[in-house]
């Protein structure tokens, strides 16, 4: 099972380094549409350059005249964006919803509760259970530590080796179960940015578009929209790629943490009802009757002498 999770862990390892890659990416991106504004401004400045006269009148007018700075609201911004806003507003909404799933699914409480480990581990060494009341309480139970338990259960009288392996076996299966839905998670951190940067290269190719067609170089109002698409999309992507690959991370870990936790109070479990400890078990009776019919047979002996 340890074995296991070092793999986990390379796995995340490699695929966090995917997910800066892309992240990277979208910033490169950003920079080119910011740098290519950045000259479109500069160019159309240059062309509208010309010396303007303004009358003495004209200063001497009040600044409360000025009309306000135009804003937009977040529906606007969310519309300027284009289409791909709509598959970048599906991505937040799974992370969203297998983001709460998984917060519910993976508390300790529900993987490890602590009443039923404690009882049933006291009654094991108390020897109050056999076999089929102890898998019966396993199976009443049905937490992922419980699933462990029953898997040793299952290889009761046998020897550690094999009991250890029962453990590793169920181990398996529950570390399956508490990994769903995590690669949805990975999915979004990695979709997301590249969904970004396909927006930020058809903004910039609707801006240049404009250029092209429409003689907009010196009227940066006709390059606004392609810009706009370019820099709202990589905002999106990297603000629901960030969250999701946090989440994956913090689940990740926790999903480790639980069964090496479980792992533990298993290796607690394989000495109780291995074949090794209960053959101890037998032998212990079985010397203390041969002591004493030994005292007995030497009192008779010591009868028969005198």
């Known amino acids: 099972m340890r074995n296991r999770i070092t793999h986990d862990r390379k796995n995340v390892s490699r695929e966090l380094l995917g997910a800066l890659r892309q992240v990277m990416l979208g910033m490169v991106a950003l920079s080119a549409t910011l740098l290519a504004a950045a000259a479109v401004r500069a160019q159309s400045g240059d062309m509208g350059a010309t010396p303007v006269v303004v009358p003495a009148e004209m200063n001497a007018l009040p600044a409360a005249d000025e009309s306000p700075i135009p804003t937009q609201n977040l529906w606007g911004i969310i519309r300027s964006g284009g289409v791909l806003m709509i598959p970048l507003g599906f991505c937040s909404f799974l992370l969203l919803t297998f983001t709460f ?78 990994r769903r839905y995590l690669r949805v998670l990975n999915a979004i951190a990695t979709i ?17 578009n404009a250029i092209a067609t429409s003689h907009a170089m010196g009227r940066p109002e006709l390059l606004a929209a392609g810009i706009s ?54 032998k212990q009776p079985s010397a203390a009757v041969k002591g004493t019919g030994g005292s007995r047979t030497r009192r008779k002996s010591d009868q028969a002498a005198a």
Not at 132 to 138: G, H, I, P, T, V
Not at 234 to 247: C, K, Q, R
């Open 101 to 178: 799933e998984r917060a519910i699914s993976l508390r300790r409480a529900r993987i490890i509760p602590k009443p039923f480990v404690r009882r049933f581990l006291d009654q094991m060494r108390g020897g109050e259970l056999d076999r089929e009341a102890a898998l019966e309480l396993c199976e009443e139970n049905r937490s992922p530590v419980a699933e462990a338990f029953a898997g040793a259960v299952r290889k009761w009288g046998r020897p550690a080796v094999e009991v250890e392996q029962g453990i590793i076996d169920a181990g398996e299966r529950v570390t399956n179960t508490l």
């Open 192 to 208: 997301s940015p590249l969904l970004g940067l396909l927006g930020t290269v058809f903004g910039i190719i609707r801006a240049f």
């Open 229 to 282: 698409e370019a820099l709202v999309t990589t905002a999106a992507g990297l603000s629901i790629a960030i969250p999701a690959m946090a989440a994956y991370l913090f689940f990740a870990s926790r999903v480790d943490r639980l069964i090496m936790d479980i792992d533990a109070l298993g290796q607690e479990l394989v000495p109780l009802i291995s074949a090794e400890e209960m053959g101890t078990r037998v």
